[in-house]
């Protein structure tokens, strides 16, 4: 089955400057990649997904990269707020009903 | 939020017992799914069902079984309680494959 692998388990950065978190999978059939963001004691939510067709995403503040060659993804958030500060989660899915999930990685924006 | 609840949201039980959590969707989504969340261990996928009395396995659903008899309502059973089954479990809904997941609550599970 799919394999996804998160780095670095925690960030901190200094508001206003950028965060990346790094995801990579082993199947190269995955073809549906999303990242979801938990607030403490809150459920997640997904703030941004990328398909395979796509090479880069972005929304706001939020942009998502795709290597599929080598067979990564990267969450970028650029000009952080202390509402970033959160655990965010990628995720692969490989053409099915089903995601596989990193381990997640705990965002800290120091003020 | 969509209209996602689970119950109970707390609960507490010994090791052995039989345990049902419940979830409920407002949404008639078509896909419905039971994780857990374990420190280092992120969102692992339990059971998921595609349709009414339609489920499969997911990577950790060993101890785990599932039923849903309505579009509405997903239930999670733990046949026998452990402490290795002690966790947040989330349920999830979707419409459709390979789109936006919409996770409930969650309920926090603790067994002694």
């Known amino acids: 089955g799919e394999n996804v692998e998160q780095h670095p388990s925690t960030l901190s950065v200094q508001e206003g400057d950028s965060a990346v978190i790094k995801c990579t999978y082993s199947?190269?059939?995955?073809?549906?990649f999303p990242w979801y963001k938990q607030e403490l004691g809150k459920r997640p939510q997904l703030i941004i997904d990328?398909?395979?067709?796509?090479g880069e995403k972005k929304d706001q503040r939020i942009a998502v990269t795709l290597n599929k060659t080598a067979k990564h993804f990267s969450l970028h958030i650029t000009e952080t707020q202390p509402e970033d500060s959160a655990v965010y989660f990628c995720?692969?899915?490989?053409?099915?009903?089903?995601?596989?999930f990193g381990t997640g990685t705990r965002l800290t924006i120091i003020p | 939020d969509a209209g996602i609840t689970q119950s109970p949201r707390h609960k507490v039980t010994e090791t052995g017992t039989p345990v049902t959590l419940r979830c409920h969707q407002t949404e008639n989504h078509r896909y419905m799914y039971w994780y857990r969340q374990d420190p280092g261990h992120g969102l692992r996928l339990i059971h998921y069902s595609y349709g009414v009395k339609d489920t499969d396995k997911g990577e950790v659903s060993d101890g785990y079984s599932v039923s849903r008899s309505k579009t509405e309502d997903f239930l999670l059973t733990l046949e026998s309680a452990t402490s290795s089954q002690t966790s947040v479990y989330f349920c999830a809904t979707g419409p459709r494959i390979q789109e936006t997941q919409y996770f409930g609550p969650g309920t926090r599970l603790l067994v002694l």
């Open positions: 995720a692969a899915s490989m053409r099915s009903e089903k995601l596989t």
């Open positions: 199947d190269s059939a995955s073809n549906y």
């Open positions: 990328i398909r395979s067709n796509v």
